[in-house]
């Protein structure tokens, strides 16, 4: 294969290490396909992007993890709209269109005095579907036991662009004590085999965060977890908005703390409005 140069950033953190690791490659456009996955292979990353040209937007990313390509990427997304800023390749723009094989996302970056890039990632309308296998099968294949789940929530699959299954938890101390056993996950997951398990409670570590969350990879990407997950989180707000009692007024705008037990913090703004599509 040819030499490739692989950029790694750790998307949703200020210090190394602590945020979710992406691979990106700037130059996507002169790899084929399999090229593509062999390079997500060898990286190990939960996912690589690659940006492209797009005949529809102002470019096209793939993303691949070590095992198959993903419709939608939530932190390799910004990851990459942040490299491309950093190294000049986008110009001046302040807004752009990406193409995923998600839809045609918005994308915003704003630019503060100080330097400070922040990146805001419009996703798809929410879509839900009825979890039907079993709660018992399913607490176990996380190392939990049914009684750890939440008796009012539902367990639903939500997305905006990829499906996982949002389990919610009632104590926060559970999440220290999960195992996640993912090649268990196809068989229980019947009318999803190929989605990932996100479980979340509304305790958190930080008292300014709104939902604490993990987010177990399916068997086939080839990954254990993802230490933060911006398409999760995009569809957790709308679950918060539908399922979950609160007085707040729109825009819904949550904070999701993700990643504590293996060693990241990461936070993340999602921000919900019922008359238009999900921003992140």
Same mark, same amino acid.
């Given at each position: ?95 752009? *269109?990406?193409? =995923? %094989? $998600? ?11 100080? #330097?400070? &890039? ?85 305790? *958190?570590?930080? =008292? %300014? $965060? ?11 990407? #080839?990954? &254990? ?56």
């Amino acid at each position: 294969m040819k030499s490739v140069l692989v950029y790694h950033y750790d998307a949703f953190s200020k210090e190394p290490n602590k945020g979710n690791p992406a691979g990106v490659v700037l130059n996507g456009s002169d790899l084929t396909v399999a090229e593509m996955q062999k390079i997500a292979f060898k990286v190990g990353f939960n996912e690589t992007a690659f940006p492209i040209e797009s005949e529809v937007a102002d470019l096209r990313i793939r993303f691949f993890t070590p095992g198959h390509e993903m419709d939608l990427c939530g932190h390799a997304t910004i990851a990459t709209v942040f490299a491309l800023t950093t190294k000049g390749l986008l110009g001046d723009k302040h807004e752009l *269109t990406i193409e =995923t %094989n $998600a839809g045609i996302l918005p994308i915003e970056i704003n630019k503060s005095i100080g #330097g400070e &890039i922040s990146i805001t990632m419009k996703q798809a309308s929410p879509q839900f579907k009825e979890f039907r296998g079993s709660k018992g099968d399913l607490a176990n294949a996380i190392g939990l036991k049914e009684s750890d789940l939440h008796p009012e929530l539902p367990l639903l699959y939500g997305s905006t662009g990829t499906w996982t299954l949002l389990v919610p938890i009632k104590r926060l101390n559970s999440f220290q004590k999960m195992n996640p056993h993912n090649k268990q996950f196809p068989a229980i997951l019947k009318e999803m085999p190929h989605a990932s398990v996100h479980p979340f409670c509304l305790e *958190t570590y930080d =008292t %300014n $965060a709104d939902m604490h969350a993990r987010h177990f990879s399916s068997p086939y990407s #080839g990954t &254990i977890e993802d230490a933060v997950t911006g398409t999760a989180s995009g569809v957790m707000a709308a679950f918060y908005a539908t399922y979950i009692k609160n007085n707040r007024k729109e825009p819904l705008i949550l904070t999701v703390e993700q990643g504590h037990e293996i060693g990241k913090m990461v936070r993340w703004l999602s921000k919900f409005q019922k008359i238009r599509n999900f921003l992140m």
